[in-house]
């Protein structure tokens, strides 16, 4: 309750700032937008850090925001300055010494492309968040599960247990509409990380799903065996078959993206800016 209610003051303030700054709308994701829409309640779930999304143009201009008021920006990986520098977050120190991630996105735009900007202007002003902020707005049912399912993609499923928690919960209780999530998550890229997350939490967590619901959004067969296989019988741990983050990333990153197209684009990107990394170039601001 007490780390809570520090995250919602840090949340509050966050907030305020950006809005005066000017920069509206302000959504708050994950951990906040749960606790206030779903668990009903600052302590019932563990957050460690504040997730905001503003509209994608607002980047610069909230990053000037928060340095003024004293917040600290927190450079993720020094060693990656060009990889990091195409980055869809800001992460900032708050004077109180909370994390406050600042998003302009979701996910790197060759691997999943949400629309960002349809997802702020769907958003809708929501009464349980005022303690968390005046002018904060709510993603709506579907955006919030797309969010969520991208989440434990980034995290190549093997972050804590609860994520697996907030997506069952927010299917059986929140009732999204099947048909604009799908079709949102198809639009996007999406697709797989969605049949993950649902997949995931019904065999872990019993999220009400049926089996028809997840073949129409399936991936082709050969992907799905190897995830499958990947996250084994265990009814605690999403992937138990490798340890350690890198060799995770690599057995899921790729059967997780939508289509040969995507996949090459995400490659050669990512080759490209880790080059220049490795050459030493100094980062073009």
Same mark, same amino acid.
């Given at each position: ?36 829409? &779903? ?22 201009? %909230? ?10 920006? =927190? ?7 060009? %990889? ?21 996105? @979701? ?37 919030? &599960?797309?969010?969520?399912? =991208? ?12 994520? @697996? ?50 073949? %129409? ?42 289509? =040969? ?22 980062? =073009?601001?």
């Amino acid at each position: 309750m007490a780390v809570g209610l520090r995250l919602q003051r840090a949340c509050r303030e966050a907030s305020g700032i950006l809005n005066k700054a000017g920069i509206h709308p302000v959504a708050p994701l994950k951990g906040v937008a749960l606790h206030a829409c &779903l668990y009903e309640s600052v302590g019932a779930r563990n957050s460690t850090d504040v997730d905001l999304l503003i509209p994608p143009e607002e980047g610069e201009r %909230a990053h000037r925001a928060l340095v003024e008021a004293g917040y600290r920006h =927190v450079v993720k990986d020094p060693r990656r300055p060009h %990889a990091m520098g195409v980055n869809y977050e800001n992460s900032y120190l708050s004077v109180s010494g909370v994390l406050i991630d600042v998003h302009v996105g @979701l996910a790197q735009k060759e691997r999943v492309d949400l629309d960002v900007g349809g997802m702020l202007q769907r958003a809708h002003p929501e009464p349980r968040l005022r303690p968390w902020g005046d002018s904060l707005v709510q993603l709506d049912a579907e955006d919030t &599960l797309l969010v969520l399912a =991208v989440h434990l993609a980034q995290d190549a499923y093997q972050g804590p247990f609860r994520q @697996l928690v907030d997506v069952s919960w927010w299917w059986d209780r929140m009732r999204p509409d099947w048909e604009v999530t799908a079709d949102r998550a198809r639009k996007s890229g999406a697709l797989t990380a969605l049949w993950a997350a649902l997949w995931l939490a019904r065999a872990r967590c019993g999220a009400e799903i049926s089996e028809a619901q997840l073949e %129409a959004i399936a991936p082709s067969r050969a992907r799905q065996k190897w995830l499958l296989w990947l996250w084994g019988d265990s009814p605690l741990t999403p992937i138990p078959r490798f340890k350690g983050s890198r060799l995770v990333q690599v057995a899921t990153l790729y059967p997780v993206m939508d289509g =040969v197209a995507r996949r090459a684009r995400f490659t050669w990107r990512y080759l490209g800016l880790r080059l220049r990394d490795w050459a030493g170039f100094q980062p =073009v601001r």
